[in-house]
């Protein structure tokens, strides 16, 4: 199998995150036990997450079961999973035909219905840890998160996903986990919150084609981008210079030993962007993934950019008009130094001109300039 699972901590031991890619494993699941696919969504989700969880346990033969019990079509899911990284898992009834949702999604909320979810763990003691929780979407994620606040006191934010072929295979699967740990600041909390307002759908970024090892050396190539620039310009050689690029308590990158010049790098599925000048810069790329268009809408739009956002036409060109006013606020707070300090639907645009950058079919790009 190419699926793996990797384990992280950031701000200094506030926050843990897991993430796991199961494609794989999904589509063994779905051909062993001949699932639907919105079965096959609902049990891979619920696998996924056990997997992650699985891991969270210390000692080498305990187990976690995950068991969903609804009044839908499904009928319940169990899910067993160990530390190692092994799980096994079926659905009560493996076939159901249901309606997509509302949004033309797999309707696994519908297919599990209303009722309870628990989290079994067998670590050793005489009696197992049985923590339960009421199904509050019938999603999967949101059930755990509400689990994990509500059973472990640990707040949480889950994501999981499957994204389906036509042919009824599986062609994306996947999630992630992340926790706070009870000495999280409130300033850490509040960043973490907004950039998981950010974040798109698990499947879209697993369909993205980048594994998390992929993301970072595309970081690394923008940095590369960015010495070869300055080198061609300046004739400076930042390859050669240690700690040459540093950052502002607010995440701002800079040069330690050149502060009379400015840049900024952005990266967007396969394309990698970099400004540079002698004054403040801030440049942003977004990839059009897939995302709910009137929900962004509300968090990036001002009231007379949302009042435009309503009277366009068509959903493409709704969804075109959104990621150019992203990229826009992005590169924005990028030249500020402001990052995610800042709510993107309350900014307002002062000291800079902008440029729209010629991108490819399905991208937009965005630099702004000091005046």
């Not at 740990?181 to 879209?204: G, Q, W």
């Not at 840049?263 to 440049?283: K, M, R, T, Y």
């Not at 809408?297 to 309503?310: H, L, N, S, V, Y």
Request: one cysteine or more.
């Amino acid at each position: 199998m190419s699926d793996y699972m990797i384990r992280a901590t950031a701000a200094n031991g506030q926050v843990r995150a897991f993430a796991a890619t199961t494609r794989d494993l999904t589509e063994y699941a779905r051909n062993a036990h001949n699932t639907s696919p919105v079965v096959t969504a609902a049990l891979g989700r619920t696998m996924t997450a056990a997997v992650m969880m699985g891991s969270m346990l210390k000692g080498d033969k305990e187990l976690l079961t995950v068991k969903i019990q609804g009044d839908g079509p499904i009928g319940s899911l169990t899910v067993t999973a160990d530390s190692h990284g092994h799980v096994k898992g079926y659905a009560q009834n493996p076939v159901v035909l249901i309606q997509a949702n509302s949004i033309g999604k797999l309707d696994v909320a519908g297919a599990i219905g209303k009722g309870v979810l628990s989290v079994i763990k067998d670590i050793g003691l005489k009696d197992p840890y049985v923590g339960q929780t009421d199904l509050v979407s019938g999603e999967i994620a949101e059930d755990l998160t509400y689990y994990f606040a509500v059973s472990e006191q640990t707040p949480s934010s889950v994501g999981l996903g499957v994204l389906m072929n036509k042919d009824n295979t599986v062609r994306q699967a996947g999630g992630f986990i992340i926790q706070l740990m009870p000495d999280a600041s409130e300033e850490t909390i509040s960043a973490l919150e907004k950039r998981l307002a950010k974040v798109s759908s698990v499947t879209a970024m697993l369909d993205s084609g980048k594994t998390p090892e992929e993301k970072k050396e595309q970081s690394r190539s923008g940095y590369r981008l960015l010495a070869e620039m300055i080198k061609t310009r300046y004739a400076y050689d930042l390859e050669k210079e240690t700690d040459s690029v540093m950052r502002t308590e607010t995440g701002k990158p800079y040069l330690r030993l050149h502060p009379e010049l400015f840049f900024n790098i952005s990266h967007s599925g396969e394309w990698i962007a970099c400004v540079l000048g002698n004054v403040p810069v801030g440049i942003d790329i977004q990839y059009h993934r897939e995302i709910k268009l009137e929900q962004t809408a509300r968090k990036i739009c001002t009231p007379d950019e949302w009042k435009t956002f309503m009277q366009v036409g068509t959903e493409k060109g709704k969804k075109d008009f959104l990621f150019q006013i992203w990229t826009k606020k992005e590169s924005y707070l990028k030249f500020t130094g402001d990052g995610i300090r800042r709510e993107l639907c309350e900014i307002s645009y002062e000291g800079c001109r902008f440029y729209r950058l010629v991108m490819p079919e399905g991208y937009s790009g965005m630099v702004c300039v000091e005046n």
